[in-house]
């Protein structure tokens, strides 16, 4: 499952059980807004409220949110391999790390390093910053 996206549910419906499941293993859960008056829309509105879910209103933003552009699938979105110059030690090993890899989540790249997960995070921030790494869904990193 790369995502889930929740339509309708109510506050205390099924699907809000469904949406802490796949939060707790750091899938993206979108949720399309509705009435606040309609019951619903309670539990759609209450995830978004919450930052639980993302809010979803246009189906474009989800397909560049989940990589999923037709451009790639083509191949036309091939890019020039970069000389990465200006890159620390950690840094340096992530891209070491993703180049034999391909795609790899954080809690793997962790154990790998055996550095603390913040520490990772940061690194792997400042690389998408640079251009170099992009983040999937669930938590995944590869190199762009």
Do not use: H
């Amino acid at each position: 499952m790369d995502a889930l996206i929740v339509v309708e549910t109510k506050k205390k419906g099924g699907a809000i059980i469904t949406a802490e499941i796949a939060n707790t293993y750091n899938r993206d859960v979108f949720a399309v807004p509705g009435n606040i008056n309609a019951q619903y829309s309670e539990g759609c509105n209450f995830l978004i409220r919450t930052n639980k879910a993302a809010l979803l209103d246009d189906v474009n933003e989800f397909i560049e949110a989940m990589s999923w552009s037709q451009e790639k699938k083509n191949g036309k979105a091939a890019k020039q391999a970069r000389l990465f110059e200006n890159l620390d030690a950690d840094e340096q090993t992530l891209v070491d790390i993703l180049k034999a890899e391909q795609k790899i989540r954080i809690d793997e790249l962790s154990q790998k390093m055996n550095r603390p997960s913040g520490v990772i995070a940061n690194s792997l921030l400042s690389l998408e910053l640079k251009g170099i790494v992009k983040t999937l869904p669930g938590k995944v990193y590869e190199l762009c």
